[in-house]
């Protein structure tokens, strides 16, 4: 990596990981919330794009998150920290990986937020006409994506994902996290999605 053959560190210009600054009071490793919210919004950018999955990699290479996020099998790892998984693995989340995560979040959603908005706007027409999704061919599609992720990775016999049983509630679900990609596309997205991880968390 080029940080590597720097002579010195540059304090002037922190690493994107430096740069998200984590509430006073919060532990030193991810919540169970921040980690599911987290896989929920990558699997909302899988959903939103085939290539999902190889772009999640490719943007840790050009954010210098490698140190981090080491190859597919370590993503995959981290990502089956949400105890909401099939194969859910219950090692903590350290900060640093769950900023990663943040990062590449953001950095993904702001290179799909023509779409994002589209099917926001579309949806919010369709509910507004009281028709279905299926007038809208991309937000159906979306949907139906996001539906056969969730259905397939997460553990039917949780109760955080028996309350996603039908259809309709894991739409609501999808919509939520397009909602919630959307805000993360702005100049402070990451700051703002990292600190939002942590509401109610903080006394």
């Not at 929920?40 to 999902?52: P, Q, R, V």
């Not at 790892?77 to 859910?88: E, G, K, Q, V």
């Amino acid at each position: 990596m080029q940080v590597q053959s720097l002579p010195t560190a540059q304090p002037s210009d922190p690493q994107p990981i430096e740069r998200l600054i984590t509430p006073a009071g919060v532990a030193n490793e991810c919540s169970r919330r921040a980690k599911t919210q987290i896989d929920l919004l990558l699997l909302a950018i899988e959903a939103l794009d085939l290539g999902g999955a190889e772009a999640m990699l490719t943007s840790a290479k050009e954010l210098g998150l490698d140190e981090v996020i080491r190859g597919r099998v370590n993503l995959w790892l981290l990502r089956s920290r949400n105890p909401l998984r099939r194969f859910s693995q219950r090692q903590p989340m350290a900060l640093a990986e769950g900023k990663a995560l943040v990062l590449i979040t953001c950095f993904l959603a702001r290179r799909l937020t023509v779409l994002i908005r589209q099917l926001l706007l579309g949806y919010q027409q369709l509910s507004d006409q009281g028709l279905s999704y299926e007038h809208h061919f991309r937000l159906s599609e979306y949907l139906s994506r996001f539906r056969s992720h969730f259905r397939a990775r997460m553990n039917a016999k949780r109760s955080g994902v028996m309350a996603y049983s039908t259809d309709e509630k894991l739409d609501e679900l999808a919509i939520e996290m397009l909602t919630k990609l959307l805000f993360c596309t702005g100049t402070d997205g990451a700051d703002r999605l990292w600190v939002s991880l942590f509401d109610g968390e903080v006394s």
